[in-house]
């Protein structure tokens, strides 16, 4: 969407806060899905009163991205539905439940149950939200809104961290319910995305969410142009079968599954549900806090990002994101060779802690948060809901699949093995986004469409 006005200019910061109230779910998101990486310590040493291996542990890990599998088909049909709004107000029934269950458990089938339901959960946040957030945005800064959205995530990973570490598990899981409330409480009050209520033929609130978010009164140009848009994005059927069989469709889930392979082939979530383990293993003095660190870090650079995105663009970010990992990957593999192989490493025992630092920084100006932008802006309105509903079970094969294959080769080889299958594959990723990511910014959703059909160079 862009500034078409002739007679008044459109206002950017009404866009910010409909956006800042909205994130409130995602760090809800956030803290759910970092509970894990202060968790295990904990629940390996008894933590809800009852006793849990680490066996146990890890199928704790990889339930809660299996839970993205049950909101896949949930976030397409509700979004296509109800709405993106309240879709995502309908969101902190499961979030709070989820919490409940820890606080209240009393073995482990209770804590399964947990993480499935904050996976579906979760899983639909990511659907959805940065879907509402790209359709309210205006394309000069969709860049840098998309982008917070992976920030408000860390923030959520940071804080969980911050007071959960100091916390008995079940006092965190209550004091965590006030995230969803709170966003509940903000949220409610804010506009529907407009391109959903232009789909469901309702005009005149379009209209009307269009003039709060743009702080306009006269918004008929941009009106119709959204219309023209959608109307010629849904002259054809919308069937699943649509997603893989239309070309703009199909090139766009093929780019984000590969986006989305590299993000957890590259360490992903193994490296935020082990970094405790991993730092641990280090026998650094700095290993109590060093947690704190890592997601302080990475949410300090998930905020710099954002003045990068949009001036940099998403493609060149992206490949010095990942080029940059795959070297900080080999760096810890290496370290963690020659501890396997009984070197004295007292000397540099803080090493690997800085190289996860530095990793935390060289994925969070790219890899990290890119993905994720760029699935609220690759699919058209006529296919994004079932199309993000796809790419969310992939997702969650991938998250499940990394998570246990890093504690199995940890487990069984050693430290150093899984980091480097991590190197190989980023290695891999970097010739991928070379050759296959379009560059996206400062370009209308519709704009995007062309490129992706080939009817634009």
Not at 67 to 77: R, V
Not at 188 to 203: C, G, T
Not at 208 to 216: P, Q, T
Not at 394 to 422: E, R
């Amino acid at each position: 969407m862009e500034d078409i006005s002739v007679n008044e200019e459109s206002r950017q910061w009404p866009q910010f806060v409909v956006v800042l109230t909205s994130l409130l779910l995602a760090v809800s998101s956030g803290v759910q899905y970092g509970w894990p990486s202060f968790a295990t310590p904990k629940l390996l040493d008894k933590g809800l009163q009852f006793n849990i291996s680490e066996e146990e542990v890890s199928y704790i890990i990889m339930i809660h991205p299996l839970g993205y599998i049950l909101s896949g088909p949930i976030s397409a049909f509700l979004q296509d539905t109800i709405g993106r709004k309240h879709t995502l107000l309908m969101l902190i029934v499961p979030q709070i439940s989820a919490w409940l269950l820890i606080a209240l458990s009393t073995n482990i089938r209770s804590i399964y149950l947990s993480r499935l339901i904050s996976g579906s959960s979760e899983g639909c946040v990511f659907a959805i939200l940065p879907v509402y957030i790209c359709e309210i945005s205006e394309p000069k800064i969709r860049g840098i809104l998309g982008v917070s959205f992976s920030t408000a995530v860390v923030l959520g990973f940071l804080l969980i961290t911050a007071y959960g570490t100091y916390m008995p598990l079940r006092v965190s899981a209550y004091v965590s319910i006030s995230f969803p409330l709170l966003f509940f409480v903000v949220f409610i009050w804010m506009p529907e995305s407009p391109y959903y209520l232009i789909l469901k033929d309702n005009i005149d609130d379009a209209r009307s969410s269009l003039k709060k978010l743009r702080k306009m009164k006269n918004v008929e140009d941009e009106l119709f142009r959204i219309k023209e848009d959608i109307q010629r994005q849904t002259a054809a059927s919308n069937s699943i079968k649509d997603v893989f069989t239309a070309r703009n469709s199909r090139r766009a889930l093929l780019i984000l599954m590969g986006l989305r392979t590299l993000q957890q082939f590259s360490g992903g979530a193994s490296v935020f549900y082990y970094n405790q383990v991993i730092f641990k293993q280090t026998g650094s003095p700095l290993y109590p806090i060093a947690s704190m660190i890592f997601f302080a870090t990475l949410a300090l650079v998930s905020l710099s990002s954002l003045f990068f995105v949009d001036k940099y663009g998403r493609r060149f970010l992206l490949l010095i994101s990942t080029s940059s990992t795959a070297v900080v990957l080999l760096i810890e593999a290496l370290y963690f060779t020659f501890q396997y192989d009984n070197f004295d490493t007292t000397k540099v025992q803080s090493l690997p802690i800085a190289g996860l630092i530095l990793y935390t920084i060289v994925r969070g100006i790219g890899l990290f948060s890119i993905p994720t932008l760029m699935s609220g802006e690759l699919f058209s309105p006529r296919h994004k809901a079932k199309a993000i509903g796809i790419l969310n079970i992939y997702i969650a094969i991938c998250v499940s699949g990394t998570s246990k294959l890093f504690h199995y080769l940890k487990s069984g080889f050693g430290m150093h093995v899984p980091f480097y299958f991590f190197v190989f594959a980023t290695s891999f990723g970097v010739l991928f986004v070379y050759f296959c990511v379009p560059e996206t910014k400062g370009k209308t959703l519709e704009e995007i469409q062309q490129k992706l059909r080939g009817t634009v160079d």
